[in-house]
Protein backbone atom coordinates (compact mmCIF):
# COMPACT_ATOMS: atom_id res chain seq x y z
CA UNK A 1 0.00 0.00 0.00
CA UNK A 2 2.41 2.32 0.91
CA UNK A 3 4.68 1.51 -2.14
CA UNK A 4 1.60 2.49 -3.96
CA UNK A 5 0.94 5.53 -2.83
CA UNK A 6 4.88 6.07 -3.29
CA UNK A 7 4.75 5.41 -6.81
CA UNK A 8 1.85 7.80 -7.47
CA UNK A 9 3.22 10.79 -5.34
CA UNK A 10 6.30 10.08 -8.06
CA UNK A 11 4.11 10.14 -10.95
CA UNK A 12 2.52 13.48 -9.44
CA UNK A 13 5.54 15.23 -8.68
CA UNK A 14 7.45 17.46 -11.92
CA UNK A 15 10.03 15.90 -13.39
CA UNK A 16 13.84 17.17 -12.99
CA UNK A 17 14.33 19.59 -15.48
CA UNK A 18 17.53 18.30 -17.83
CA UNK A 19 20.49 20.29 -17.31
CA UNK A 20 21.07 22.85 -20.33
CA UNK A 21 24.51 23.23 -21.51
CA UNK A 22 25.77 26.75 -22.16
CA UNK A 23 25.61 27.50 -25.82
CA UNK A 24 29.31 27.87 -27.43
CA UNK A 25 29.56 31.48 -28.26
CA UNK A 26 28.81 32.41 -31.72
CA UNK A 27 31.53 33.87 -34.02
CA UNK A 28 31.69 37.33 -35.03
CA UNK A 29 31.62 37.20 -39.27
CA UNK A 30 34.96 38.02 -40.66
CA UNK A 31 34.86 41.34 -42.16
CA UNK A 32 35.34 41.81 -46.34
CA UNK A 33 38.72 42.70 -47.19
CA UNK A 34 37.51 45.96 -48.63
CA UNK A 35 36.16 46.71 -45.24
CA UNK A 36 38.85 45.17 -43.17
CA UNK A 37 41.75 48.10 -44.92
CA UNK A 38 39.61 50.43 -47.05
CA UNK A 39 42.74 53.04 -46.36
CA UNK A 40 44.97 50.38 -48.57
CA UNK A 41 42.37 50.44 -51.24
CA UNK A 42 42.61 54.00 -51.40
CA UNK A 43 46.29 53.88 -51.56
CA UNK A 44 46.94 51.87 -54.17
CA UNK A 45 43.69 52.52 -56.26
CA UNK A 46 45.73 55.56 -57.97
CA UNK A 47 48.90 54.29 -58.69
CA UNK A 48 47.92 50.74 -59.44
CA UNK A 49 45.33 51.60 -62.27
CA UNK A 50 46.81 53.93 -63.33
CA UNK A 51 50.27 51.56 -64.00
CA UNK A 52 48.53 49.12 -65.42
CA UNK A 53 47.15 50.81 -68.08
CA UNK A 54 50.21 52.09 -69.12
CA UNK A 55 51.60 48.77 -68.86
CA UNK A 56 48.61 47.93 -71.22
CA UNK A 57 49.38 49.96 -73.60
CA UNK A 58 54.12 49.26 -73.72
CA UNK A 59 52.53 45.66 -73.98
CA UNK A 60 50.44 45.69 -77.29
CA UNK A 61 53.15 48.36 -78.46
CA UNK A 62 56.02 45.99 -77.86
CA UNK A 63 53.51 43.33 -79.11
CA UNK A 64 53.11 45.73 -83.19
CA UNK A 65 57.00 46.33 -83.22
CA UNK A 66 58.54 42.57 -82.29
CA UNK A 67 59.14 42.01 -85.91
CA UNK A 68 60.67 45.50 -86.46
CA UNK A 69 60.04 48.27 -89.11
CA UNK A 70 60.55 51.69 -88.87
CA UNK A 71 58.46 51.83 -85.69
CA UNK A 72 60.79 51.93 -82.70
CA UNK A 73 59.99 49.56 -80.28
CA UNK A 74 59.07 50.70 -76.46
CA UNK A 75 63.28 49.55 -75.14
CA UNK A 76 64.61 51.28 -78.45
CA UNK A 77 62.22 54.70 -77.36
CA UNK A 78 63.08 54.27 -73.68
CA UNK A 79 67.11 54.26 -74.74
CA UNK A 80 66.72 57.63 -76.65
CA UNK A 81 64.92 58.79 -74.26
CA UNK A 82 67.61 58.17 -71.67
CA UNK A 83 70.02 59.87 -73.63
CA UNK A 84 68.14 62.76 -74.74
CA UNK A 85 67.17 63.60 -70.65
CA UNK A 86 71.06 63.29 -70.14
CA UNK A 87 71.21 66.97 -70.99
CA UNK A 88 68.32 68.36 -71.43
CA UNK A 89 69.57 71.72 -71.67
CA UNK A 90 72.69 72.01 -73.93
CA UNK A 91 72.80 74.49 -76.83
CA UNK A 92 74.84 74.27 -79.87
CA UNK A 93 73.03 77.22 -81.61
CA UNK A 94 69.52 79.00 -82.30
CA UNK A 95 68.01 75.74 -84.02
CA UNK A 96 70.06 73.29 -82.05
CA UNK A 97 68.72 72.83 -78.47
CA UNK A 98 67.97 70.51 -76.00
CA UNK A 99 64.29 69.60 -75.02
CA UNK A 100 64.19 71.23 -72.17
CA UNK A 101 64.66 74.59 -73.47
CA UNK A 102 61.86 73.88 -76.37
CA UNK A 103 59.74 72.71 -73.81
CA UNK A 104 60.13 75.97 -71.76
CA UNK A 105 59.65 78.24 -74.89
CA UNK A 106 56.94 76.85 -75.95
CA UNK A 107 55.21 77.10 -72.32
CA UNK A 108 56.38 81.14 -71.96
CA UNK A 109 54.08 81.15 -75.74
CA UNK A 110 51.46 79.69 -73.74
CA UNK A 111 51.85 82.02 -70.87
CA UNK A 112 51.34 85.29 -72.99
CA UNK A 113 48.87 83.67 -75.22
CA UNK A 114 47.02 82.55 -72.40
CA UNK A 115 47.93 85.52 -70.43
CA UNK A 116 46.18 87.88 -72.82
CA UNK A 117 43.38 86.26 -73.33
CA UNK A 118 42.65 85.89 -69.57
CA UNK A 119 42.96 89.74 -69.32
CA UNK A 120 40.31 90.06 -72.63
CA UNK A 121 38.19 87.37 -71.60
CA UNK A 122 37.01 87.26 -68.66
CA UNK A 123 36.16 90.99 -68.11
CA UNK A 124 34.25 90.50 -71.49
CA UNK A 125 32.55 87.60 -70.40
CA UNK A 126 31.31 89.26 -66.80
CA UNK A 127 29.91 91.97 -69.25
CA UNK A 128 28.10 89.25 -71.63
CA UNK A 129 26.70 87.87 -68.79
CA UNK A 130 25.49 90.66 -66.90
CA UNK A 131 23.82 93.09 -70.04
CA UNK A 132 21.58 90.98 -72.20
CA UNK A 133 22.04 93.82 -75.52
CA UNK A 134 25.60 92.89 -75.06
CA UNK A 135 24.58 89.11 -75.23
CA UNK A 136 22.77 89.56 -78.00
CA UNK A 137 25.00 91.38 -80.07
CA UNK A 138 28.31 89.34 -79.19
CA UNK A 139 26.84 86.08 -79.40
CA UNK A 140 26.77 85.81 -82.51
CA UNK A 141 30.26 86.64 -83.45
CA UNK A 142 31.76 84.43 -80.25
CA UNK A 143 29.42 81.46 -82.53
CA UNK A 144 30.79 82.11 -85.98
CA UNK A 145 34.70 82.20 -84.65
CA UNK A 146 34.82 79.90 -82.23
CA UNK A 147 34.78 76.99 -84.14
CA UNK A 148 37.76 78.22 -86.70
CA UNK A 149 40.65 76.28 -86.74
CA UNK A 150 44.14 77.67 -85.31
CA UNK A 151 45.99 77.16 -88.24
CA UNK A 152 43.27 79.15 -90.02
CA UNK A 153 44.22 82.27 -87.48
CA UNK A 154 48.12 81.34 -87.74
CA UNK A 155 48.38 83.17 -91.39
CA UNK A 156 46.84 86.56 -90.18
CA UNK A 157 49.23 86.68 -87.51
CA UNK A 158 51.74 86.03 -89.56
CA UNK A 159 50.38 88.88 -91.97
CA UNK A 160 49.46 91.77 -88.86
CA UNK A 161 52.91 91.08 -86.51
CA UNK A 162 55.18 89.91 -90.03
CA UNK A 163 57.33 87.62 -87.39
CA UNK A 164 56.57 84.25 -86.22
CA UNK A 165 56.89 84.49 -82.32
CA UNK A 166 53.89 87.38 -81.76
CA UNK A 167 52.43 85.23 -84.29
CA UNK A 168 51.82 82.04 -82.59
CA UNK A 169 50.72 84.11 -79.59
CA UNK A 170 48.42 85.92 -81.48
CA UNK A 171 47.22 81.55 -82.23
CA UNK A 172 47.24 80.88 -78.69
CA UNK A 173 45.18 83.58 -77.80
CA UNK A 174 42.27 84.42 -79.85
CA UNK A 175 42.10 80.33 -79.49
CA UNK A 176 41.60 79.96 -75.54
CA UNK A 177 39.79 83.16 -75.02
CA UNK A 178 36.87 81.22 -76.09
CA UNK A 179 36.31 78.86 -73.55
CA UNK A 180 36.97 81.63 -70.70
CA UNK A 181 34.30 83.92 -72.59
CA UNK A 182 31.26 81.40 -72.23
CA UNK A 183 32.12 79.65 -68.84
CA UNK A 184 32.30 83.35 -67.35
CA UNK A 185 29.29 83.92 -68.83
CA UNK A 186 27.00 81.37 -68.00
CA UNK A 187 28.20 81.69 -65.32
CA UNK A 188 27.39 85.07 -64.71
CA UNK A 189 23.86 84.29 -65.86
CA UNK A 190 23.31 81.84 -63.50
CA UNK A 191 23.64 83.53 -60.31
CA UNK A 192 20.36 83.41 -58.50
CA UNK A 193 17.83 86.52 -58.86
CA UNK A 194 17.66 87.01 -55.00
CA UNK A 195 21.91 87.85 -54.96
CA UNK A 196 20.76 90.83 -57.53
CA UNK A 197 17.79 91.85 -55.40
CA UNK A 198 19.90 92.30 -52.41
CA UNK A 199 22.20 94.23 -53.88
CA UNK A 200 19.50 96.49 -55.48
CA UNK A 201 17.95 96.71 -51.82
CA UNK A 202 21.85 97.53 -50.91
CA UNK A 203 22.26 100.25 -53.40
CA UNK A 204 25.73 98.72 -54.71
CA UNK A 205 27.92 100.41 -57.32
CA UNK A 206 27.87 98.02 -60.71
CA UNK A 207 32.10 97.44 -59.51
CA UNK A 208 30.52 96.32 -55.66
CA UNK A 209 28.41 93.73 -57.50
CA UNK A 210 30.88 91.98 -59.38
CA UNK A 211 33.51 91.70 -56.58
CA UNK A 212 31.45 90.67 -53.80
CA UNK A 213 28.33 89.10 -55.26
CA UNK A 214 29.03 87.83 -59.00
CA UNK A 215 32.63 86.88 -58.59
CA UNK A 216 32.77 84.42 -55.85
CA UNK A 217 29.86 82.87 -57.51
CA UNK A 218 31.13 83.06 -60.78
CA UNK A 219 34.76 81.53 -59.53
CA UNK A 220 33.90 77.27 -60.34
CA UNK A 221 32.70 77.92 -64.06
CA UNK A 222 35.52 80.59 -64.46
CA UNK A 223 37.86 78.25 -63.25
CA UNK A 224 36.36 75.51 -65.53
CA UNK A 225 37.12 77.97 -68.56
CA UNK A 226 40.53 78.65 -67.57
CA UNK A 227 41.32 75.15 -67.47
CA UNK A 228 39.75 74.26 -70.97
CA UNK A 229 41.71 77.42 -72.17
CA UNK A 230 44.96 76.05 -70.74
CA UNK A 231 44.34 72.67 -72.58
CA UNK A 232 43.50 74.68 -75.72
CA UNK A 233 46.46 76.87 -75.59
CA UNK A 234 49.26 73.94 -75.20
CA UNK A 235 47.19 72.28 -77.81
CA UNK A 236 47.49 74.84 -80.42
CA UNK A 237 50.86 75.79 -79.43
CA UNK A 238 52.55 72.42 -81.00
CA UNK A 239 50.75 72.95 -84.25
CA UNK A 240 51.74 76.86 -84.59
CA UNK A 241 55.21 76.00 -83.91
CA UNK A 242 55.11 73.58 -86.99
CA UNK A 243 54.37 76.24 -89.21
CA UNK A 244 56.42 79.03 -88.17
CA UNK A 245 59.92 77.14 -86.63
CA UNK A 246 62.38 78.63 -84.36
CA UNK A 247 62.70 77.11 -80.82
CA UNK A 248 59.94 75.08 -79.44
CA UNK A 249 58.32 71.36 -78.80
CA UNK A 250 56.34 72.00 -82.04
CA UNK A 251 58.96 72.89 -84.21
CA UNK A 252 61.48 70.44 -82.23
CA UNK A 253 58.63 67.65 -83.32
CA UNK A 254 58.67 68.65 -86.80
CA UNK A 255 62.93 69.17 -87.14
CA UNK A 256 63.42 64.99 -85.98
CA UNK A 257 60.45 64.02 -88.62
CA UNK A 258 62.76 65.75 -91.33
CA UNK A 259 65.32 64.40 -89.61
CA UNK A 260 63.24 60.68 -89.64
CA UNK A 261 63.95 60.24 -85.99
CA UNK A 262 60.62 58.51 -85.12
CA UNK A 263 61.57 57.60 -81.44
CA UNK A 264 62.37 61.37 -80.63
CA UNK A 265 58.68 61.74 -82.24
CA UNK A 266 57.57 59.50 -79.49
CA UNK A 267 59.33 60.91 -76.77
CA UNK A 268 58.21 64.44 -77.67
CA UNK A 269 54.28 63.02 -77.64
CA UNK A 270 54.84 61.61 -74.29
CA UNK A 271 56.28 64.77 -73.13
CA UNK A 272 53.79 66.98 -74.53
CA UNK A 273 50.80 64.92 -72.90
CA UNK A 274 52.81 64.99 -69.31
CA UNK A 275 53.30 68.69 -69.69
CA UNK A 276 49.35 69.17 -70.52
CA UNK A 277 47.91 66.83 -68.19
CA UNK A 278 50.23 68.65 -65.16
CA UNK A 279 49.15 71.95 -66.23
CA UNK A 280 45.79 70.55 -66.05
CA UNK A 281 46.14 68.96 -62.21
CA UNK A 282 47.87 72.18 -61.03
CA UNK A 283 44.67 73.92 -62.07
CA UNK A 284 42.21 71.38 -60.39
CA UNK A 285 44.09 71.60 -56.93
CA UNK A 286 43.71 75.32 -57.36
CA UNK A 287 40.05 75.02 -58.11
CA UNK A 288 39.51 72.73 -54.93
CA UNK A 289 42.05 74.92 -52.91
CA UNK A 290 39.54 77.82 -53.63
CA UNK A 291 36.27 76.18 -53.99
CA UNK A 292 37.10 75.13 -50.26
CA UNK A 293 38.48 78.49 -48.93
Not at 57 to 63: I, K, N, S, Y
Not at 80 to 97: E, I, M, S
Not at 110 to 115: A, E, S
Not at 177 to 189: C, D, E, R, S
Request: aromatic letters at 10%; one cysteine or more.
Amino acid sequence: MVAAVFHQAEAIAPAAPTPVMPAAPARAPKAPRTARAPWLRRALLPVFAPLLGLALLVGVWALLTQKGGPFPTPSATFDAAAQLFADPFYRNGPNDQGIGWNILNSLQRVGLGFGLAALVGIPLGFLIGRFSFLAAMLNPLVSLLRPVSPLAWLPIGLLVFKSANPAAIWTIFICSIWPMILNTAQGVQRVPQDYLNVARVLNLSEWKLITRILFPAVLPYLLTGVRLSVGTAWLVIVAAEMLTGGVGIGFWVWDEWNNLNVAHILIAIFVIGFVGLLLEQLLLLLARKVSHD
